[in-house]
């Protein structure tokens, strides 16, 4: 009898010790908000813009500090410094429920990988390290969230897109040096180049200063970058974003012409200092859309050659109290053309406050002002967009948003 228990209860015991050592957590953030904005299109009848101001209530992944999503992250500790670990993690929209990311189930993050004592090796739906090692200097990624990011996210910066197929390598931090490489194989038979997409960076920081240059290289973009969501369409399609109808407003005017470039390349420095309660970070960005006219994407405006984009951000935030903090941001972006057409200045002008009801909770107000000036990737006068917000019917567009954000 004795033995029978014995052998009736090994079994349990070797799984509660297998249980001991892995651990699988469920975590997330809702984040929503009121808006109002001065002015958005509704639609484009000719060569006129139809629109006028808007209040609504938007997703944090629209106007908020971070779009709502949830998740599950495990480690397995497998002896001698080795861990597995994995993440799965789904974006979705607060005010509806539906899943974000094109539909994906999920298209925020889906990886696997082994961590030692030389690094971390993930393989799967991941972020690039312009997203990792760069845009923690950023006011979108403080207190500015997605109305403080630069027009159209065009240094993905704010990781609007994901890299799909991706084998990433992110080393231990060794005395405040930090090295990362990222890759993903296009998976086009006869052809290793296709769809491929490369990069890394390295960051240090010691005591009250940091600093962070990174690199990225994508070949096209249309369909292995701007593609990588279900939702969107083969290479005749534009999924940079679109022209706008007598139905409905433009999206991403910025560079949404640049669809048949054949290889985009973005490059990015940046450093900070905190000092007490002030951090003040300084950030430049280089982003290249290049071999336009290739069959990467439509090119309704018989693009050629590259349009290069140059983008420069002051930004600062201040801990008023343990509480409460305050921010404020510049960011300039000037578009330098192609196709023979003059290119477009973006200024942007952003503030928020944020304060802390617990260390889970917060409530925030954001205020954003943009002003555009020159011929936009469309070939006409460029107009102004905050964010991810409908882009307005001039070249001004001023937006004021109260939220409230809940981390799990």
Known sequence: MKKSIIQLALPIILLDCAHAQSTVTLYGAIDSGINYTNNVQIAQTGSSLVGGHQIAML?????????SRWGFRGTEDLGDGLKTLFVLESGFDSNSGVLGQGGSAFGRQAYVGLSSAFGTVTLGRQYDAV???????????????LMAFHPGDVDNALNSRRINNSIKYRSVSYRGLTVEAIMNLGGIAG?????WIWGGGVAYATGPFSISATYLNVH????SFYGSNPDAGPSTTNNLGVFGSATGPEFNPVYAGYASANRRETA?????????????????SNTRFEGMGSASGPNPLNYSGTAAFNNIEINSQYQLTPSLLVGAAYDYTRNGG??????????????GTDYFLSKRTDVYTVVAYEKASGTDSFGQSAVAEIGELTPSTTNKQVSVRIGIRHRF
């Open 59 to 67: 997703e944090g992944g629209a106007a908020g500090l971070q779009g």
């Open 131 to 145: 997203v990792d090692l760069y845009a923690p200097f950023l006011a979108a990624r403080q207190w500015g969230g």
């Open 191 to 195: 052809s290793f180049s296709s769809n």
């Open 220 to 223: 096209n973009p249309n369909t």
């Open 268 to 284: 990015a420095i940046a450093a900070g200092v905190t000092l007490g309660s002030l951090n003040v970070n300084l950030a430049y």
């Open 338 to 351: 192609a196709g023979g057409l003059g290119g477009a200045n973006y200024d942007l002008f952003s503030t």
